[in-house]
């Protein structure tokens, strides 16, 4: 079989070890390193996505095989010294002001990681400005507010309202998410997209990166 | 026969009295446990203890047809489409003869559907005669797959439902069809239907005295005609509705009727069997599911053995295929819940949770990946599980739905029968010669 068409078939079972000592051969081979993440690790990704989606396989899975991917791009980081891993889109997420539940917010940063995202996890409890700031910093494409109570919602509007005021809207875009949380109410606080579940929040993030980009 | 047992016979009045040696000499040989093989010949069924199994309601008249809303009349292609479906469902361990197919003169439409069960599923199949004459046809087709009558009788395929009239009464029929089950060793339910302050007394306790009697004296005349014959103690109790003269099957009074004389055949020594997990509703509402869970799992929970009523609605007159996959979700729920809960390495404890605060979820804990199929159920798309949006998303389809997308992809999903060809030839052979002999040329032709 194909080296590339292995590590993603072992990703796909999750198998961190194999898929790391796989990538080190595909180095060794000369494979080139954006092949390896490209076709093996984030190839193999993607049809896990689908699989979930269709209910064929369940979330431990994914996290297993997400768990694969993160070994297989250790192994690689150390060549993209120069220009960086290279990663779909930079994502910020947090959990905000106020709500200390982060379960969710953990989930879809484990799903957008193992779809090839760069992830800078905010952690709980994170007001606006860091919010902000951070992605400014980052040159992040994306901020990710999870809220759980219905007390810290109406906070989620005031880091678009920031975003707006500081002249980043269209340069940075949100996604919200979280239990309270409904399509109406993103629309409502100016938000670019809602999140229903992890893997939904994948994909409105790379619509949104995509929709940037092709402006 | 029975009079040669020493039974008090009055042939004036079609009287027997049964005594109550003779009943315990039918206690004494009736079986209190058997099991059940498929088509190929595997066991499916271990009819012992509290081991549940479910089959789907039986002999309905009509069909709930999906795309009109409205019943009708089923035929040979319905029929087809049923078998091929009940192979697909994982909860439900035997076919039954859900419908009468009415493309077929009506004096083969009892073994025609036999014929038909066997040739496209696999499972064993609960079934009935309506006339003497049948049961010659219908055993034929069980020896034609089985070879010779103590095959039959070393791994029985067929349940034949056999129903004594309320009160205390056994038509030709049904009293012939129990001898001639009992000759060949074929199982047997005994399906009472006492109706409560109608045709049997107005208390549950009543009601219980004359089912007792009325069952009894089934497993008299087949223990009498083959002792260690196998039977199952069941019934098809009802209370009867005085306002709308019907017999609700999903009333809860009917279903402690049948929890009740499932406690009273397990302490006589028999396997049962109980029409509980049915609804009287017309449609796939919530009445329709209500009826049907509280029956599934007061049955489950009393361990009646071989628990019928699976697609069946309208006072166990129409099936619905679209309600069969519904119940089937129902019947891998309760399937579940009686497995119970157990400690699964769940001893000592505080590693589990160790385990969690390091690595701030157990999703893909050894412990998690170990026992999450044993201890989840997770049912099919007919069960909405979806968050709103996904719902949406995804449609915002209704249950009658969701059931008829699951009803198209499993019969579209379903394997042919492993019954060799030669086999399934054979079967024909004798449908046909059956047909002719009521003046049908050729049997409807099915799509394979």
């Known amino acids: 079989m194909d080296i590339l068409k292995e590590i993603s078939v072992r990703l796909q079972q999750g198998d961190d070890e194999r898929v790391c000592e796989l990538t080190r051969q595909a180095v060794e081979k000369k494979v080139p390193p954006r092949a390896i993440l490209d076709e093996g690790l984030i190839g193999g990704m993607n049809i896990i996505g689908e699989r979930y989606k269709a209910h064929e396989i369940f979330l431990p899975q994914v996290l297993l095989a997400a768990k694969a991917m993160y070994a297989g791009t250790d192994v690689l980081r150390p060549l993209f010294v120069k220009e960086g891993m290279p990663a779909i889109g930079k994502v910020v997420i947090g959990s905000v002001q106020g709500d200390l539940h982060d379960i969710g917010k953990n989930l879809v940063g484990i799903m957008l990681k193992g779809a090839g995202f760069e992830v800078i996890d905010l952690g709980n409890d994170v007001p606006p400005e860091r919010f902000v700031e951070t992605a400014e910093k980052e040159d992040a494409a994306v901020i990710g507010i999870s809220a759980l109570l219905t007390t810290t919602m109406p906070v989620m509007k005031r880091t678009v309202d920031l975003l707006e005021e500081k002249g980043l809207r269209t340069k940075i875009r949100t996604i919200i998410g979280g239990a309270p949380i409904s399509e109406e109410f993103a629309k409502q606080i100016g938000a670019d997209a809602y999140g229903y579940d992890s893997t939904n929040a994948v994909e409105s993030v790379k619509r949104l990166i995509m929709a940037n980009e092709s402006d | ?448």
């Not at chain 2, 599923?121 to 005669?129: L, Q």
């Not at chain 2, 999903?250 to 929890?259: F, R």
Request: proline share 5%; aromatic share 8%.
């Open chain 2, 1 to 448: 026969m029975l009079q040669e047992h020493g039974a008090k016979v009055e042939r004036e009045k079609y009287h027997v009295i049964i005594t109550n040696e003779i009943i315990d000499e039918a206690l004494k040989t009736v079986p209190e446990s058997f099991k059940l093989f498929d088509v190929i010949g595997n066991q499916t069924h271990d009819f012992s203890e509290h081991n549940v199994y479910f089959t789907p309601g039986s002999a309905a008249l009509n069909i709930l047809d999906y795309n009109s809303g409205e019943i009708r009349k089923p035929t040979t292609a319905d029929y087809a489409r049923y078998a091929k479906l009940v192979s697909r469902l994982d909860h439900i361990a035997s076919q039954s003869t859900a419908f009468i197919p009415t493309d077929v003169h009506e004096k083969i439409s009892d073994s025609y559907r036999l014929y038909l069960s066997l040739l496209f599923c696999e499972k064993p199949v609960v079934t009935g005669a309506f006339t003497i004459e049948a049961f010659d046809i219908m055993r034929d087709l069980q020896l034609a797959l089985r070879g010779t009558k103590e095959g039959l009788a070393a791994k029985p395929l067929t349940i034949l439902s056999c129903c004594p009239t309320s009160p205390l009464k056994w038509s030709d029929v049904t009293s012939q069809n129990v001898v001639d089950c009992a000759e060949y060793s074929i199982p047997v339910e005994f399906v009472s239907m006492p109706l409560s302050g109608f045709m049997a007394p107005v208390t549950l306790v009543g009601t219980l005295v004359q089912h007792t009697a009325e069952t009894l004296s089934g497993v008299v005349i087949s223990q009498l005609t083959n002792p260690g014959a196998p039977v199952l103690y069941g019934g098809s109790p009802a209370i009867f509705d005085v306002r709308y003269e019907t017999t609700p099957m999903g009333a809860v009074e009917t279903q402690m009727i049948d929890c009740a004389y499932n406690e009273i055949g397990k302490h006589l020594g028999m396997p049962t069997q109980g029409y509980i997990s049915l609804s009287d509703a017309k449609q796939l509402d919530a009445q329709s599911g209500l009826e049907s869970s509280m029956g599934a799992t007061l049955a489950a929970l009393s361990g009646i053995n071989n628990i019928s009523g699976p697609g069946m609605l309208d006072f166990e007159s129409c099936q619905s295929l679209e309600k069969l996959v519904l119940d089937n979700e129902i019947c891998g729920m309760t399937l579940r819940m009686i497995k119970g809960i157990e400690p699964k390495e769940d001893f000592p404890s505080l590693p589990r949770f160790e385990e969690l605060l390091k690595e701030k979820h157990l999703l893909i804990s050894r412990h998690t990946m170990r026992y999450l199929s044993e201890e989840f159920y997770l049912p099919g798309s007919v069960i909405d599980r979806a968050n709103r949006a996904r719902w949406q998303e995804e449609g915002g389809k209704t249950l009658l739905e969701r059931a008829h997308t699951g009803v198209e992809k499993l019969v579209r999903e379903c394997v042919p029968s492993r019954l060799p060809d030669d086999k399934k030839n054979e079967l024909t052979k004798l449908m046909e010669r059956e047909a002719r002999r009521y003046g049908m040329s050729s049997l409807p032709h099915i799509d394979s």
